[in-house]
């Protein structure tokens, strides 16, 4: 936990992503720019923003899972954070109000605009590395953020200096090149984007760079010196590992009841059915997993957003044509 004054953040960071359109299909980080900057226009009368870090995954890595499998990025192999942290949140402002009824607060873990990796670089929690992640240097990049921003003034903690110095890791170790500077992650080529956020069709050259990654990407922070060390206490909410990763025959032909059964409550879930089935048929392609030709063959007509075309992709390299 850490604390900062609310006072407008520097408008730069975000403006260089905006200015290079590498916000891809988020419209909200431009439509909601004001807001992202400046805590008072979310909560007039702001002083003050509590920066918060949870602790997720020191689990062992499963990032290369095997055949048959899609990777799950370590953050959303469990619960979802959503609900974690919004009940952690109720409570914090509710002991806080026990002690000042008439205290305003507006709390938030990435549901808000909110930047929460600059709220928590300035109150002190860490930095921002070169692959864009908030590194802590107990935690290195494993955690999740919140904030609460109040109506109180507290005394401030200092900025975190930057630490990553010469080191630049990261930015080879991304697959599909979408940190072409440091600081400065482009959503249109980011894995994380595409198997998460993205809505419909993933571009040819993102998808035959997306290995076996079927949620999310973690490569930029396994490849970062700060997440080397042997371990940590990650929140017991968070450790309980529900999708280590994800069987692609059972992806390949998940309907909607399934989805819902295996993936509500996960962070897995904010990919929707369409989106998981879609990344399992890239991930089938990208690895020429041919046992799987059939199954992509069938989803070559469906009517899902973004599966057909995947499947037309994925059948040229399992030699099923494509059209």
């Not at 890595?61 to 949140?89: E, I, K, N, S, T």
């Amino acid at each position: 936990m850490g604390i900062a004054r609310a006072e407008p953040l520097d408008p730069a960071p975000l403006d260089r992503v905006l200015a290079r359109g590498a916000e891809a299909d988020m419209a909200w980080l431009r439509t909601q720019r004001a807001e992202r900057l400046d805590p008072a226009r979310l909560l007039p009368g702001a002083r003050s923003v509590v920066a918060l870090a949870l602790a997720h995954a020191f689990a062992p890595p499963l990032d290369d899972p095997g055949a048959g499998r899609a990777a799950v990025a370590r953050y959303a192999r469990g619960r979802d954070y959503h609900g974690v942290m919004r009940r952690r949140l109720k409570d914090l402002v509710g002991r806080l109000r026990a002690r000042d009824p008439g205290l305003r607060a507006f709390p938030s873990s990435d549901v808000a605009p909110v930047m929460e990796k600059a709220w928590a670089a300035r109150a002190g929690l860490g930095w921002v590395g070169k692959n864009g992640c908030l590194i802590t240097p107990e935690l290195g990049s494993w955690v999740l953020l919140a904030t609460v921003i109040l109506d109180r003034d507290l005394a401030p903690d200092a900025p975190h200096p930057e630490r990553c110095g010469e080191c630049t890791a990261c930015l080879p170790a991304c697959p599909t090149g979408a940190i072409p500077e440091p600081g400065l992650v482009d959503a249109r080529r980011c894995l994380s984007f595409h198997t998460i956020e993205r809505r419909g069709v993933v571009p040819d050259e993102v998808a035959a760079r997306v290995g076996r990654w079927g949620f999310g990407c973690d490569d930029c922070q396994t490849a970062c010196p700060w997440n080397r060390a042997p371990g940590g206490a990650s929140d017991p909410e968070l450790v309980a590992a529900r999708h280590p990763s994800l069987d692609l025959h059972q992806l390949l032909a998940l309907d909607i009841e399934a989805y819902r059964r295996g993936f509500y409550g996960t962070a897995l879930a904010r990919a929707g059915q369409a989106g998981l089935i879609r990344n399992a048929v890239l991930v089938a392609g990208a690895n020429r997993e041919v046992r799987f030709r059939e199954a992509v063959r069938r989803l070559a007509s469906s009517g899902l957003p973004g599966v057909a075309a995947a499947a037309r992709w994925a059948l040229k390299r399992l030699g099923g044509g494509g059209g």
